[in-house]
Structures are given as structure tokens and as C-alpha cells.
């Protein structure tokens, strides 16, 4: 089964800090996302991305950028992170649009 | 943009008895697909079905789902539910034409089968 690994698996930081959540996938996948899961509002596209040096803007990107520096490696970046970025973070990949997509086990981040 | 709207947030449903999820979405394109996921506690989401042929019936593990594109609906069925069903499920909708590759989930319905 395809492998998404995604770092660290918990954070704490605090108001105003910055953080870099990293995702890996070693499937030769084209496509990367980041989600944000929180109750009562399902998964969150935040970005994603079609391959190495691309990236497309997702649904709730404000206050997060991405950067997709490899096939295999996806980066979410926090600079000035807020309590209310509190959430699990999702990483995801898959080969092409009409395809499953791969989650990795998740990030959870919480901001003080 | 896409959207996909899931109407029920909790769903209680007693072993044995079916279940009807349900899946609405709104999309200006016609070159789209559309998935089930399931989620497990602490687990991460996965592929429960998926299909992209409108009024195909798509089977998978006891559930069913036809896309209507007619009525922008993707409902999951099934007949007679397991303890184990117990679960978060996410409709989503895919963009396929073109290079995007944009997925889009709905808020999710929590699944609690009891005895």
C-alpha cells in the first residue's frame, strides 16, 4: 500500500511561533494536499500540489504557505501560528485526479 | 467553486437496520469523480468507493452508492449495518480534467451503529 509519512506526529507551540509540518510519500505520486480536520467542518483543503515546484491554493490557505521542493516532499508552514490553527493535519498523495488518495496518520498541532 | 454537502452531522442507527448517508454536491464541471472515505477512530481516512459513470451502482464491502448527476447526489447505502460500520464518512468530489487535481470533502457524517 502506498506510504505517507508525515512529521512530527504532535507539536505544541506557542502564539505567534512558527512551525513546519512535513509530509513524504515514496509512491512516485504526482499529487499532494494538505487537509485540516477539525468537528463539524470535515476535511479543509488548505493546499495542494501537482508536482515539484507547483502549487495551487486550496480553500482555507490564510495564514499557511506551502512549498513542494521534491516529488516525494510536501512542506506546510506556519509562520505566525494562531490558537485557532489548533487542528489534526492531514497530508494526502495520489497518482492522478480519478484516483484513491493516501493519507498519512496525521499531525496534530496544538497552539497556546 | 466545488462543493459537497453532507447533510446529516450524527447518524444513530441500530444493528442490523440500513443506513442512508447523504451526499449533495455543486460543480461547474463535467469531468468529475466522486468517493466515499471512511475514518476510524484515530485512524486515517480511506477509500471506502468511488465512481465516475452516472446511474452506475458502485458496490464495495456491504455499501452501495449511484452517482445522479441529474440531482447532484451521491448517497451511501446499506441494507443491514455492523457494530462495525461505526465510523466518520466523507463524500468528496473530484476535479479530473485538466492538471488541478483539486479534491473537495464534505463535513463529514459520524456513523454510530448501536445494539
Known amino acids: 500500500e502506498a506510504a505517507v509519512t508525515q512529521s512530527p506526529r504532535n507539536k505544541v507551540t506557542v502564539t505567534g511561533g512558527n512551525v513546519t509540518l512535513s509530509c513524504r510519500q515514496t509512491?512516485?505520486?504526482?499529487?499532494m494536499y494538505w487537509y485540516r480536520q477539525d468537528t463539524g467542518h470535515g476535511l479543509r483543503l488548505i493546499h495542494y500540489?501537482?508536482?515539484?515546484?507547483?502549487?495551487q491554493i486550496g480553500d482555507v490557505p490564510d495564514g499557511y504557505k506551502a512549498t513542494r521542493t521534491t516529488q516525494e516532499d510536501f512542506f506546510l508552514l506556519l509562520e505566525l501560528a494562531s490558537p485557532s490553527q489548533t487542528s489534526l493535519y492531514f497530508c494526502?498523495?495520489?497518482?492522478?485526479?480519478?484516483?484513491?488518495?493516501?493519507f498519512g496518520k496525521g499531525t496534530r498541532l496544538t497552539v497556546v | 467553486g466545488d462543493s459537497v454537502t453532507q447533510t446529516e452531522g450524527l447518524v444513530t442507527v441500530t444493528e442490523g437496520l440500513p443506513v442512508m448517508l447523504n451526499c449533495t454536491y455543486q460543480?461547474?464541471?463535467?469531468?468529475?469523480?466522486f468517493f466515499w472515505y471512511v475514518q476510524y477512530l484515530n485512524e486515517a481516512p480511506k477509500l471506502l468507493l468511488r465512481?465516475?459513470?452516472?446511474?452506475k451502482r458502485t458496490e464495495h464491502q456491504g455499501f452501495h452508492a449511484t452517482l445522479h448527476k441529474s440531482s447532484s447526489s451521491f448517497h451511501l447505502q446499506k441494507s443491514s449495518v455492523q457494530l462495525s460500520d461505526s465510523a466518520l464518512y466523507y463524500c468528496?468530489?473530484?476535479?479530473?480534467?485538466?492538471?488541478?487535481?483539486?479534491?473537495?470533502f464534505g463535513e463529514g457524517t459520524q456513523v454510530t451503529v448501536i445494539s
Open positions: 509512491n512516485s505520486h504526482n499529487y
Open positions: 460543480t461547474a464541471y463535467s469531468d468529475v469523480a
Open positions: 494526502a498523495s495520489r497518482g492522478h485526479p480519478n484516483t484513491e488518495v493516501f
Open positions: 465512481s465516475s459513470t452516472d446511474n
Open positions: 468528496a468530489l473530484a476535479y479530473t480534467g485538466g492538471l488541478s487535481g483539486k479534491l473537495t
Open positions: 500540489s501537482y508536482g515539484a515546484g507547483n502549487l
